[in-house]
């Protein structure tokens, strides 16, 4: 199965600052079928970029992804009070799909 | 608006059984891939089993094959979770998701299944 890395672990920000999130796989995801996901305690996760790069519907554009094969990146150019939460990348190109550990970003 | 309601979970005994059940709308349900996705107290996300839009087609994480069996009625607009055999390592929220083949779109809110004497 495809392992997913995720770092760093815990990322410390303010609001209006920029947040860059890595996932990185154990072998080559194929078609780039890498997505990113929003989660807060309490809520149903939300989909945020699938493919890589394509935001999901009534995702703001702040929120932007990118990489390809092992290495991917998600980036939020500023963020809102609404987006400290857990992120995590999943990759839905082989069976089983797999899940990263997660980035926390927290409220610095 | 698309809703995905799950219930059922609680307190159960090691070995023990538990029915999950989710209530689906504002989407086409039998248009979708539906899953049960996982996260233990203080861990990440863990996919547990998926089943087809007509539901001929199934399959399921390795710690849970043989224990749990996944099904949908889409006459019904619902999905279920079948656990039996159930660990403590089972204990968990669990979600609801519908899917475009592996792709998770819509979640729900999860249930929380404790495994404990």
């Known amino acids: 199965e495809i392992v997913l890395t995720q770092s760093p672990g815990t990322l410390s920000l303010s609001p209006g600052e920029r947040a860059t999130l890595s996932c990185r796989a154990s072998?080559?995801?194929?078609?780039?079928?890498l997505a990113w996901y929003h989660h807060k305690p309490g809520q149903a996760p939300r989909l945020l970029i699938h493919t890589a790069s394509i935001r999901a519907t009534d995702i703001p554009d702040r929120f932007s992804g990118s990489g390809s094969g092992t290495d991917f990146t998600l980036i939020i150019s500023r963020l809102e009070p609404e987006d400290f939460a857990v992120y995590y990348c999943q990759q839905y190109a082989d069976s089983p799909l797999t899940f990263g550990g997660g980035t926390r970003v927290d409220i610095k | 608006e698309v809703q995905l309601v799950e219930s059922g979970g609680g307190l159960v005994q090691p070995g023990g059984s538990l029915r999950l059940s989710c209530a689906a709308s504002?989407?086409?349900?039998?248009?979708?891939?539906m899953n049960w996705v996982r996260q233990a107290p203080g861990k990440g996300l863990e996919w547990v089993a998926i089943v087809k839009q007509d539901g001929s087609v199934k399959s399921y994480v390795d710690s849970v094959k043989g224990r749990f069996t996944i099904s949908r009625d889409n006459a019904k607009n619902s999905l279920y979770l079948e656990m039996n055999t159930l660990r403590a390592e089972d204990t968990a929220v669990y979600y609801c998701?519908?899917?475009?083949?592996?792709?998770?779109?819509?979640w729900g809110q999860g249930t929380l299944v404790t495994v404990s004497s």
């Open positions: 998701v519908g899917s475009t083949g592996w792709l998770l779109h819509y």
């Open positions: 072998q080559s995801v194929g078609r780039n079928f």
């Open positions: 504002g989407f086409t349900f039998s248009s979708f891939w």
